[in-house]
């Protein structure tokens, strides 16, 4: 199951930086962090994935702590479109049963 | 492609009546999965297939649930009889294996379901 840890709720103010926080302080060395996000009355969308390297696309960053333990999801300027449940998701890379488990995400609150 | 195609986009039904949820995935995908939402439960995996063979069923919460594929374009989620406490947004997914960290799921637009 969900084995990450994220608070319930966050604020940002529009075209501000936004760091979501996420805890997985048992992760295994072959799980993937995976963020989803889920804008209101729509099914979750892919944001980003990385294994132990911070990795950029063009809708987010995610900086993973050294140990692993810990990842940051970073909207880099946060619009009104980006208030959303951001999910982060432990998905086991050696297992090809492919199924996610979602936890309980982040609100996020953009104020304009 | 046009992603995730799931039908009825809203079903309202009466407790006792079957139901029948249908999705059909993007196409050359592998994988697919139905997930039910609650705001009680959050987002739960009921049951996924990879090439149309159910591969984990463990989420399915009774047997009043069902849920098969008979092709790789197609699948249905069926509840019989149905019960209030059935109600929820029902989605599917699908994902395309290419080994690795190659299994980004995508979503369809969900069913919302309303048992009376």
């Known amino acids: 199951d969900a084995k990450t840890t994220q608070p319930n709720s966050m604020e940002s103010n529009e075209e501000e930086p936004v760091h979501l926080p996420c805890n997985h302080s048992t992760i295994s060395g072959t799980d993937y962090i995976h963020w989803y996000r889920q804008l209101p009355s729509q099914g979750p969308e892919y944001v980003i994935h990385g294994l132990t390297s911070n990795v950029n696309n063009r809708m987010a960053s995610l900086a993973i702590a050294e140990d692993r333990k810990s990842s940051t999801l970073i909207l880099h300027r946060a619009t009104l479109r980006d208030a959303a449940v951001y999910y982060c998701?432990?998905?086991?890379?050696?297992?090809?049963?492919?199924?996610?488990?979602f936890g309980t995400g982040t609100s996020l609150t953009v104020i304009p | 492609d046009a992603g995730v195609i799931q039908s009825p986009r809203h079903e309202v039904t009466e407790m006792g009546q079957e139901v029948t949820l249908r999705c059909k995935p993007i196409s050359g995908h592998d994988y697919l999965f139905w997930y039910r939402q609650t705001m009680m439960r959050g987002l739960e995996l009921l049951i996924y297939f990879n090439n149309n063979v159910p591969i984990d069923d463990s989420g399915m919460p009774e047997d009043r649930f069902s849920a098969k594929m008979p092709n790789a374009s197609f699948s249905t989620l069926k509840i019989q009889p149905s019960e209030p406490r059935d109600s929820a947004v029902y989605f599917c997914?699908?994902?395309?294996?290419?080994?690795?960290?190659?299994?980004?799921?995508?979503f369809g637009p969900g069913t919302r379901l309303t048992v009376l």
């Open positions: 997914a699908s994902s395309l294996w290419r080994g690795g960290d190659s299994d980004t799921q995508y």
């Open positions: 998701i432990l998905r086991d890379g050696g297992n090809t049963g492919n199924q996610f488990y």
